[in-house]
Structures are given as structure tokens and as C-alpha cells.
């Protein structure tokens, strides 16, 4: 199998897109940040620093927005839809994040996704290090996407 982003000599470089078709694209991924049932107490209203989940909401959407500029070969994407979902899990006991991004174009938004979700759970973590700085970010990973040559992909 070869890799995209390098060419024939090895060299990394960014993938030629532009004879591709736009279609619609979707890509979903997750992640959770594990912490104590007292750290979660906190996360779900308690905090000093104010509202831990709407915070960590707006910078999963700006680090969505952002993808390009942090991973180095990946396309700046006119991002139609992203959403961010926090969902308090007393089971964890966590925060369980997950997050959904659409557009139409050339090239899928499964980085923007994943980008999203990692960019929650660090302000999770970062808004909650005070009370619990051995708070876990694990299972960071794609779900699903759709749209584009190589097809749907859903996640066992």
C-alpha cells in the first residue's frame, strides 16, 4: 500500500486534489477525558473558571476550523457544519466527546473531526487540571465518514 502524502521519491508533500469531484462529505470521531467522580461533579456546573462543557464546545469548533494549520499537510476545507457534543458519563467516570463535521468538496473532513474531539478534551483538562491533574484523554478516534473515492467507513 502506498501513502498518499509522499511521493515517489519519498519526499512528504501535499496531495494534488484538484481533479477530484466536490461531493458531500462526513466524518464523525470521539474521545473521552477520564476523571474522578469529584473532577466530573465540577465539569458538570461546579468549576471556577465557569461552564467547562460550553467552553471546551466552542474550542472543539474553532479547532476544527483550524486543522490546516496544525497538521501540516492537510487542505484548508470550507467546513459547512461542525458540532460538538459533551456528554457527562458518571459510568466513566468522564466527559464522552464527540464531535461531527460536514462539507462538499475534495478531500474528507476526518481530520477536522479528530482535531475537534482532541481540541475538547484538552480544554476539558485544562479547565479542570486544578482539581485533577491525573485526569486520562483516551480513545481519541474516527467513527465514521462518508463521501469521496474511497467510500463510507463506520468503526467496529
Known sequence: ??????DAQGQAHMVDVSGKADTAREAVAEGLVLMAPET???AQGGA???????????????????????????HPLPIAKVSVDLVPD???PGVRVTATVRTTGKTGVEMEA???????????????????KDMRIEGIRLLSKSGGKSGDFKAS
Open 90 to 92: 458518571a459510568a466513566l
Open 48 to 74: 471556577a473558571k465557569g461552564d467547562v462543557l460550553g467552553v471546551a464546545r466552542l474550542a472543539g469548533i474553532m479547532g476544527a476550523k483550524r486543522t490546516s494549520e496544525l497538521i501540516p499537510l492537510c
Open 114 to 132: 479528530l482535531t475537534a474531539v482532541t481540541t475538547a478534551c484538552l480544554t476539558v483538562y485544562d479547565m479542570l487540571k486544578a482539581a485533577q
Open 1 to 6: 500500500m502506498s501513502l498518499t502524502h509522499f
Open 40 to 42: 466530573l461533579a465540577l
